[in-house]
């Protein structure tokens, strides 16, 4: 073994230490990373679950609702239109505090419940009209703030006027904690109401349907033109500048920010298209824009991916450049198009800022039923309530947050599952 060669080893050797140093440096800094990656994601899950959580059960009172004919029925018969129902909830809880005889502590005392009460006294004589005359014991929602203070999110210690709720209200709360009335039950109202002012009335619904009305124009204008023109682009196009130029503006739209999609869709869909405006169709249209030019690239680079391979040899079999496309490359490139609509569909579900731009940020109360109805979406909801100033709306926040990753994991589980049956092996 020549000297040259000697010395050569002995310098490899020399820094081969040094090399395997730098390379554990490398993969404790990588796994530090991935750990500090991990505890910030569980901390976010971990305070979204604790703060959201609670708002899926609300506090209700039980109280001896009196059907008489002479409140509901003073003709004879059921009159649901005069009748009082808020009054006949207020009535019956004041048979639990007789002592509450001014204005000023019935008013308080009335606080307690929530205006939706006397909504649901109207539902259920609606429902059974032979309730005329009896009387039942019913489970009315209470105001947010006493729902409130039986979750600790109010401190009973605090001065007085430093709390929304009075010290008489809390004796009052105590008490009925103490015969039994204080119940809670599974928060149905916040899956199936629409919006409300009232915390306690508040809902989801409206703003869930209304996310996936836009989500099916989405897919349905999106995937289909997307995976048309990356087709086209990447096998049927001329190379030429004019593709050169195509491309460059697909790739730049792709980093455009998302309002100004949301003023593209104001000018063109709602000013001079005329489409009602905070309707999921033009809220579907704009987000169709948004997720063009992704599932435009995703479908591009799934085509390439497609081996040369197989093209050539769909070509020697005397296929034509239509059957090479359809019946071999794009069969094989779905799966890799399906993921690239997948990344479009989320970050549609996940945006906001177009849609406000659309009017999508209204109150909207009633459950939309179609296309054309005023709706608002998820974020927006969130957005909403985020902004509301009532401590009970910031545990709703958080619940509609968990709402709206359940409904992404759904999604993306249902595209995933479909890409699998698409899939293909060469």
């Known amino acids: 073994m020549s000297s040259n060669t000697q010395s050569s080893r002995a310098r490899v050797e020399a820094g081969l230490g040094k090399r395997h140093r730098k390379e554990l440096i490398f993969r404790i800094l990588g796994l530090a990373a991935t750990m500090v990656g991990v505890f910030f994601l569980v901390g976010f899950f971990w305070t979204l679950i604790a703060e959201g959580s609670s708002a899926f059960v609300q506090t209700f009172i039980q109280l001896e609702i009196d059907f008489s004919e002479e409140a509901l029925a003073p003709g004879g018969e059921l009159d649901l239109e005069s009748a009082n129902f808020d009054g006949i909830a207020r009535a019956a809880l004041r048979k639990k505090f007789p002592e509450a005889t001014d204005r000023a502590s019935r008013r308080e005392l009335n ?149 100004v999609f949301g003023l593209l869709g104001l000018a063109v869909f709602i000013n001079w298209m005329g489409i009602p405006r905070s309707a999921p169709l033009v809220g579907g249209l704009v987000l169709s824009l948004l997720t063009l030019p992704v599932i435009i690239i995703a479908a591009r680079a799934a085509i390439k991916a497609v081996p040369p391979s ?20 794009l069969p094989l490139a779905m799966p890799g198009m399906l993921t690239g609509a997948i990344i479009g569909m989320s970050r549609a579900l996940g945006e906001s800022a177009p849609l406000l731009m659309i009017g999508m940020v209204a109150f909207i109360v009633d459950v939309p039923a179609g296309f054309s109805d005023p709706a608002t979406a998820l974020p927006v909801q969130i957005f909403l309530w985020a902004d509301s100033p009532e401590r009970a709306f910031a545990e709703r926040t958080s619940a509609a947050i968990i709402v709206l990753l359940a409904f992404l994991l759904v999604m993306n589980l249902a595209a995933v599952i479909l890409r699998r049956k698409v899939e293909r092996q060469w």
């Open 310 to 329: 197989i093209r050539e040899a769909a070509f020697g079999l005397g296929a034509s450049k239509m059957q090479v496309v359809f019946h071999h490359v």
């Open 111 to 259: 606080r307690l419940i929530s205006v939706g009460a006397g909504y649901q006294i109207r539902e259920a004589i609606t429902r059974d009209p032979e309730l005329l005359g009896t009387t039942r014991i019913m489970a009315v929602p209470a105001a947010a703030n006493v729902d409130m203070l039986l979750k600790g999110n109010i401190d009973r210690n605090v001065p007085e006027d430093k709390r929304p709720i009075s010290d008489r209200q809390i004796r009052w709360v105590d008490a009925l904690i103490a015969d039994g009335s204080l119940v809670t039950k599974f928060n149905k109202a916040l899956l199936i109401n629409g919006d409300s002012r009232e915390p306690e009335l508040a809902g989801i619904r409206g703003a869930l349907m209304g996310s996936f009305y836009m989500l099916i124009i989405t897919i349905a204008l999106s995937f289909p033109i997307g995976a048309a023109a990356a087709i086209y682009l990447e096998e049927f196009a001329p190379r030429n500048r004019w593709a050169d130029l195509i491309e460059v503006n697909i790739n730049n739209l792709a980093a455009v920010p998302s309002i």
